[in-house]
């Protein structure tokens, strides 16, 4: 069980800082049945900051798991028309969405990628303009995440069940910087600020392209589409409410000219997609798209990523993340992006945040694509710092800069 006092204040951070719920805005919750105990204190505190009402969608990972083994595909793939407009209703309604993430590690394994495949991209089309909302921040959203047993016998294999539970409660109230002490809601205040700084730097720089390279193997140039833009921390609504997509989050990204990646990538963290761990695997690019990939575990799920779509071998997201730095310096393998992107510099595969050029948001994304936006109905998150990686960014003039130097921002 969490302490109460922190799992309060978590909450609260999730509804306050995260999504900033509006009075009489509505609230939809997409959340796991292992995190019943967080959704049911979040619900709480959304409506204590005035929320018109509180919607609340489960998912369950053993099911899933359950659908995929026993369904058909076609009846998988069937999505019925009253759910789609409960999407529509949110979508138009401008409400506040907050996702309550619980991983079971390897929930999915044995499914048959083809088949899954086939189901995601389908419900990918059918819910095109709830992503296009929420990517494009039309109305807030966050993420949070909640402990549960399976995720933290992973983590913690040598602990007690219930001792890893509580620690792995720990790590995530630490990472989020939620403690006795504190006042989590000020503490992200300053948080907010510094990263600010740090997108600050480089939007002054207007970096033409960065080169990554480390003694893993990563030697890599992305090229930086014109007018891009850096961001992190918190983010501003197309409604007008500043809020925190992620909680925890620790990094600056932009967006790469889609066309413009040349080399070779090592990731240095395993990537837990849709209950699939692929580990030990590395990416090769050439004009911007990868042409070779291998994986020492679940190739063939890295594959599926790569050929979800016609744009998903292209990157739509470039992040920096100090080696040094509070997620990253608790030395914990969280097997969840929302975590292990955030101890990590790190690259997304598929479709870019239009936030990240200038006017994106506000510019349609047929007109995005042709100045090298990536448009893809998937976007994966893998991570590739390490301790001794070094970034030179070169400008639009040509002089070069170190951004990095044995993994931390020296700009």
């Known amino acids: 069980m969490p302490n109460k006092i922190l799992l309060e204040k978590y ?31 979040v619900a709480k505190q959304a409506y204590i900051a005035g929320a ?96 549960n047993p399976s995720w933290a016998k992973k983590l913690f294999p040598n602990l007690q069940v219930e001792n890893g539970i509580e620690k792995l409660w720990d790590a995530i109230f630490n990472a989020c910087r939620v403690r006795i002490d504190n006042d989590p809601v000020q503490d992200w205040v300053k948080h907010n600020e510094y990263l600010a700084r740090n997108n600050k730097i480089l939007n002054d720089a207007n970096f033409k392209n960065l080169h990554f390279t480390n003694s893993l193997g990563t030697d890599l140039i992305v090229e930086l589409i014109q007018d891009h833009v850096w961001a992190g921390g918190s983010e501003k609504a197309g409604n007008g409410v500043v809020f925190n997509p992620n909680i925890p989050t620790e990094e600056s990204f932009t967006m790469p000219y889609k066309f413009g990646t040349q080399g070779k990538v090592v990731a240095t963290k395993p ?25 020492r575990v679940e190739k063939d799920a890295l594959k599926n990523i790569l050929d979800f779509d016609a744009n998903s071998r292209y990157i739509g997201e470039i992040a920096l993340i100090s080696h040094n730095s509070p997620i990253s310096n608790m030395d914990i393998l969280f097997l969840n992006t929302l975590f292990d992107e955030n101890a990590s510099c790190h690259m997304a595969l598929g479709r870019a945040y239009p936030m990240n050029i200038k006017n994106g948001n506000q510019t349609p994304i047929e007109e995005l694509e042709k100045k090298g936006y990536n448009n893809s109905m998937t976007h994966v998150d893998f991570m590739f710092g390490s301790k001794d990686l070094k970034i030179v960014g070169t400008k639009q003039d040509g002089t070069k800069v170190v951004v990095f130097e044995d993994g931390n921002f020296v700009i």
Do not use: C
């Open 11 to 41: 909450a609260r951070l999730a509804v306050v800082t995260g999504a900033n719920v509006q009075p009489g805005q509505v609230v939809v919750l997409r959340t796991s049945t292992e995190a019943v105990e967080l959704t049911r204190e």
């Open 52 to 147: 018109k009402k509180v919607h609340i969608i489960w998912g369950d990972e053993i099911v899933s798991k359950h659908s995929y083994d026993y369904a058909t595909t076609e009846n998988l793939k069937e999505m019925p028309q009253w759910s789609i407009d409960q999407y529509k209703y949110y979508v138009d309604q401008n409400a506040a969405f907050i996702s309550i993430v619980s991983p079971i590690p390897n929930a999915l394994a044995g499914v048959d990628s083809k088949k899954m495949q086939e189901v995601m991209i389908e419900s990918s089309k059918m819910l095109k303009f709830f992503r296009e909302h929420t990517m494009g921040n039309k109305s807030q959203w966050t993420i949070v995440a909640a402990s």
């Open 271 to 295: 990537l837990n997609n849709s209950g699939v761990i692929i580990e030990d695997f590395w990416l090769e690019f050439k004009d911007g798209k990868v042409v070779d990939f291998d994986a």
